[in-house]
T-cell receptor, first 118, second 110 residues
């Protein structure tokens, strides 16, 4: 079984500043994906970024980037130039990858509530 | 809008009643997932379908819960004899690979 841990229940950042959200996970799987999802208040879950475990290069999506440390089982999210619209719950999630049978359940962390202050 | 849709968005029921939720996935997505999210927590997996086949069920899915996906299109999640502990947001997601989530159905059991 996999576990995902987010040790920061709440964080805040000033608009235009950079913030890093932490995530650690535990698994015996070798092939897997890691995700960061964003859930704005009263709105639906949105995929922010995805990382394939076999790729050494860290994923980036515009202002969002990850620091993936496979040996340490660490997967942090960096948000640059924070905007008010980034205020949301952020969930780290794990999904094992079964080759051609790709697409399995997500295991989520407990979330980090991020507040971007003007 | 061609995203994942869920109906109803909110449901208030009395303990002991049965409730049914519907999820309409993105049309070309063959996989459909149900999750439950309690306040301030991350979603927890309940079950998933590939086309019409239910491939996996969580231990969270007690005998009072049943899910179907007839014809591999929309899915329903039914909870029989609801309990106060069933109060949560029920999320549906669909994918070919990346999971896209619907807005959820918030259930309140009084």
């Amino acid at each position: 079984a996999q576990t995902v841990t987010q040790s920061q229940p709440e964080m805040s950042v000033q608009e235009a500043e950079t913030v890093t959200l932490s995530c650690t996970y535990d698994t015996s799987e070798n092939n897997y994906y890691l995700f960061w999802y964003k859930q704005p208040p009263s709105r639906q879950m949105i995929l922010v970024i995805r990382q394939e475990a076999y790729k050494q290069q860290n994923a980036t999506e515009n202002r969002f980037s990850v620091n993936f440390q496979k040996a340490a089982k660490s997967f942090s999210l960096k948000i640059s130039d924070s905007q008010l619209g980034d205020t949301a719950m952020y969930f780290c999630a794990f999904m094992k990858h079964d080759g051609d049978n790709a697409g399995n359940m997500l295991t989520f962390g407990g979330g980090t509530r991020l507040m971007v202050k003007p | 809008d061609t995203g994942v849709s869920q109906d109803p968005r909110h449901k208030i029921t009395k303990r002991g009643q049965n409730v049914t939720f519907r999820c309409d996935p993105i049309s070309e997505h063959n996989r459909l997932y149900w999750y439950r999210q309690t306040l301030g927590q991350g979603p927890e997996f309940l079950t998933y379908f590939q086309n019409e086949a239910q491939l996996e069920k969580s231990r969270l899915l007690s005998d009072r819960f049943s899910a179907e996906r007839p014809k591999g299109s929309f899915s329903t999640l039914e909870i029989q004899r609801t309990e106060q502990g069933d109060s949560a947001m029920y999320l549906c997601a669909s994918s070919p690979e990346k999971q896209f989530f619907g807005p959820g159905t918030r259930l309140t059991v009084l």
